[in-house]
């Protein structure tokens, strides 16, 4: 069990009535094709190119981190507790990678999860979705606090009795070019009452992604549809928050609501 030790500071659905097409809503600008962009969205944030290497264990300066732009994870849904963590996220890229660092400062934390491609949306969690192209589906990086990951390319997010229409999740092959570096130990377990602030650094190589959707190239000049999410679903406390706003529907899996993130 973590105690204070350490610095202390609802089933998802949709619905299946119309097919999915998820360039639909999403506003698309490429700055190499200059293609026009029409009615952006409002969540829009740029990622700035940082020069370092691909390598998790390569440290980024904290003063680089500082600079990186600031995403705060606070628009949480109607049904969730009173507990409402404060989530941060900073994103960067280096062309081939995106780099990102979850700060949360929490309380009722819990991990249960061990293995990859598990349901860490019922632990303590965070999340980050990722629709590279007007055509090629979203990706969904889902990370415990204590660094187990599922992650799945959806093409169509409409909800089966054994998930979606059209998904395949992310092979060993493709999650081995995902890095994770945890604050917190591998698990904790029973859930842990007391206040904890806990860090999550995340590097998605694109040759982990590349495999399902074609050759992307450099980041330099792009533009992807995203969402960041935060959510512990059962918890003691459980709740559900996100960068951009979802509705009214308790469903994260909704890229016509992604907000828009530009690739210097």
Excluded at 33 to 47: C, H, K, L, N, Q
Aim: charged residues 25%; aromatic residues 10%.
């Amino acid at each position: 069990m973590v105690r204070g030790t350490l610095e202390a500071i609802a089933p998802r659905s949709m619905p299946d009535s119309e097919p999915y097409n998820c360039s639909a809503a999403i506003p698309w600008k490429d700055d190499r094709a200059g293609s026009p962009m029409i009615e952006p969205p409002r969540f829009i944030r740029r990622v700035p190119y940082v020069p370092v290497g691909d390598a998790l264990d390569q440290p980024v300066a904290d003063v680089l981190w500082a600079r990186a732009p600031r995403v705060d994870i606070d628009q949480f849904h109607s049904k969730s507790s009173e507990h409402r963590p404060r989530t941060v996220v900073r994103i960067m890229h280096h062309q081939r990678a995106i780099r990102l660092r979850y700060t949360v400062i929490d309380r009722f934390v819990v991990s249960r999860q061990t293995e990859h491609q598990r349901q860490v949306c019922e632990d303590s969690c965070v999340e980050f979705f990722l629709q590279p192209g007007p055509d090629t589906g979203y990706f969904n990086f889902e990370f415990n606090c204590c660094g187990t990951m599922l992650c799945h390319h959806i093409e169509d997010c409409r909800r089966t009795p054994t998930g979606f229409v059209r998904h395949r999740p992310l092979s060993n092959d493709d999650l081995a070019r995902i890095g994770v570096r945890p604050s917190l130990p591998r698990t904790v377990w029973p859930e842990c009452p007391y206040p904890i602030t806990w860090q999550l650094d995340v590097l998605i190589r694109l040759e982990a992604i590349e495999p399902h959707v074609g050759a992307i190239g450099s980041l330099s000049g792009s533009a992807c549809a995203a969402n960041f999410f935060k959510c512990a679903d059962h918890s003691s406390h459980p709740h559900w928050a996100s960068w951009a706003p979802i509705g009214e529907e308790l469903n994260f899996h909704q890229p016509q609501t992604f907000g828009l993130l530009r690739f210097e």
